[in-house]
Structure formats: C-alpha cells, structure tokens
C-alpha cells in the first residue's frame, strides 16, 4: 500500500505566497517521477510541475517563473514553492507519483487526496 501525504494548502492573498509537501510511502521500490497537478473548479485536472528522480522539471507555461518544483530522494517527498499567486490559481493541488514496487515491476501512478489553494482578496 502506498499513500501521499500533502500539506501546505490555504488561502492567501494575491502576490502572495506558499509552499506545498507531499511525502510518499509504503511499499515503493523505486520513484521515477513526483508532481503536482491541479483542477480549478469546472474545469479538467491539469498539470502543474513534475519532477523526475535525475532532477530535469517541466512547468505549465502559466505557472514558469512563479512556481518552484523540487525533491528530496532521500525522504521521497516533493515539494512546490508557489510565488506570485493569482486568483486564477485557485485550485485542488494533487501529489502525484509514478513509482515500482519491486524491481522488476511495473510502474504506476498514483494520486494524493489534494488539498486546497485559494488566492482571493
């Protein structure tokens, strides 16, 4: 069993800032890639950042500059610093990881349960 433990939503001021965690465990070999996505209300789940285990990122074209992805092998959490918010990123941020089990087994993904950004004045 496998379970993402996110932290770090709220409500904040436009310009402001947060920063989200999620850590991952249970029965996981390996990770290959951790990440966050988001569904605004009405509207299709999207990705946000992605981080694979050597380090190369990929940003929405509406979060570059503003957003930060990193990772922590070591301790199999991810974490998204999120600068310069805008109303418009008012969402339900989801941990994201696609990990094996074993070795020789195949990969899968999976999701947290999100948690909730709201930027309004």
């Known amino acids: 069993q496998v379970q993402l433990v996110e932290s770090g939503g709220g409500s904040v001021q436009p310009g402001g800032s947060l920063r989200l965690s999620c850590a991952a465990s249970?029965?996981?070999?390996?990770?290959?890639?951790m990440g966050w996505y988001r569904q605004a209300p009405g509207k299709e789940r999207e990705l946000v950042a992605v981080?694979?285990?050597?380090?190369?990122?990929n940003y929405a074209d509406s979060v570059k500059g503003r957003f930060t992805i990193s990772r922590d092998n070591a301790k199999n959490t991810v974490y998204l610093q999120m600068n310069s918010l805008k109303p418009e990123d008012t969402a339900v941020y989801y941990c994201?990881?696609?990990?094996?089990?074993?070795?020789?087994?195949?990969?899968?993904?999976?999701w947290g349960k999100g948690t909730l950004v709201t930027v309004s004045s």
């Open positions: 981080i694979i285990t050597g380090g190369s990122t």
């Open positions: 249970g029965s996981i070999f390996s990770i290959n890639v």
């Open positions: 994201y990881c696609n990990f094996r089990a074993t070795n020789w087994g195949p990969s899968t993904n999976f």
